[in-house]
Nanobody, 122 residues
Framework: QVQLGESGGGLVQPGGSLRLSCAASGRIFSINDMGWYRQAPGEQRELVATITRSGNTNYANAVRGRFTISRDNAKKTMYLQMNSLKPEDTAVYYC????????????????WGQGTQVTVSS
């Protein structure tokens, strides 16, 4: 069974930085697109950033220039470096990935992590 595990969330002051990680585990054959999404209280889940297997990236306007998405294919891990954090970045951050695995019969299936809380407050 494929699992995505996020880590690195926490409480940070405005202007501070955090680095989130998302590690994929299970009998994985390949991972295509990966992405970070976030959901603030009372709001819908929204795209933060995505990255293809070859490293092409896309960012939401609200985070462009402050956040950097990256991945290490050998480690099956994705990262989100968040700088110049603002209170409006407060949300649960979710990892998402298209994964080909033994459990999916080597077809690509979409998976979500459980989420990690990021709180930006003084």
């Amino acid at each position: 069974q494929v699992q995505l595990g996020e880590s690195g969330g926490g409480l940070v002051q405005p202007g501070g930085s955090l680095r989130l990680s998302c590690a994929a585990s299970g009998r994985i054959f390949s991972i295509n697109d990966m992405g970070w999404y976030r959901q603030a209280p009372g709001e819908q889940r929204e795209l933060v950033a995505t990255i293809t297997r070859s490293g092409n990236t896309n960012y939401a306007n609200a985070v462009r220039g402050r956040f950097t998405i990256s991945r290490d294919n050998a480690k099956k891990t994705m990262y989100l470096q968040m700088n110049s954090l603002k209170p409006e970045d407060t949300a649960v951050y979710y990892c998402n990935a298209d994964v080909s695995s033994f459990s999916s019969g080597y077809n690509f299936a979409n998976y979500w992590g459980q989420g990690t809380q990021v709180t930006v407050s003084s």
